[in-house]
């Protein structure tokens, strides 16, 4: 583990790696982000669900997990590096003061945290390339700022270019019953900065998974969504690699 991210379970050659970029609302001590703690909860600081899902995934053999390992808004790591969300300033009608940082803490934050997270992620990959990595985030069911748009979809699939997995996963998730977005509730061609730097870019299959908040919130839902993740994931890695 280091400060940008840690590695649960056992990576495997030709396994599954989960990729959970927001999986953690942890704000260093020397941190000061100048907002009501009570919002780190929330949806703005932290996929919720998605660390206790890829915590049982990383449970089953040839499965782990790699995943962030501060806020999003301490770091956003699904962004573009010089990006203007990567310290972002607002979140959802939110402003987040400690965040109007000169040329100066912003690149400190980049060395800190966004560099060895993608750093470590690469030299993981290469290491002990999977079959498939599995991007794993978690969507609130509804925006603050917009309470009028209506998220109905259980879990969304996400991709840019490359939408081999997703072609395969999305009947197979409802096959589960579930309602499922294709590039719902946002485009994977906008927001998919990891999984382009690391899969697209390099040609490695990915799944790129969105589940709805409230589908995650304990463990029993962790459980299930946990088993039926990792058995749609190893459906997808035995058809790519068919």
Do not use: K
């Amino acid at each position: 583990m280091s400060e940008a991210f840690q590695i649960l379970g056992t990576p495997r050659f030709g396994g599954i790696l989960v990729v959970s970029d927001h999986a953690s609302n942890r704000v260093p001590v020397d941190i000061d982000l100048g907002v009501d703690p009570a919002l780190l909860e929330q949806h703005i600081a932290v996929d919720i669900g998605v660390a206790g899902v890829a915590a049982m995934m990383a449970q089953r053999p040839g499965i782990a997990a790699f995943l962030g390992n501060v806020s999003r808004l301490v770091c956003d790591f699904n962004r573009d590096e010089h990006g203007p969300t990567v310290c972002p300033i607002a979140s959802d009608g939110h402003a987040i003061p400690g965040n109007a940082l000169d040329h100066a803490g912003h690149e400190a934050r980049l060395a800190r945290f966004y560099r060895p997270y993608h750093a470590g992620l690469a030299t993981q990959l290469d290491a002990m390339p999977p079959a498939l990595i599995l991007s794993l985030h978690s969507f609130t069911p509804q925006l603050a700022s917009d309470p009028a748009q209506l998220r109905p979809w259980h879990v969304g699939v996400l991709y840019n270019a490359d939408d081999r997995a997703a072609r395969i996963a999305i009947p197979l998730l409802e096959a589960e019953g579930l309602v499922v977005g294709d590039q719902e509730p946002y485009s994977g061609r906008l927001l998919n900065a990891t999984m382009n730097r690391h899969a697209e870019t390099e040609g490695r299959p990915y799944l790129g998974i969105e589940v709805r908040q409230d589908q995650i919130t304990d463990p029993a839902n962790h459980a299930l969504w946990a088993e039926r993740l990792a058995r749609i994931a190893n459906r997808v890695a035995v058809s790519l690699g068919g």
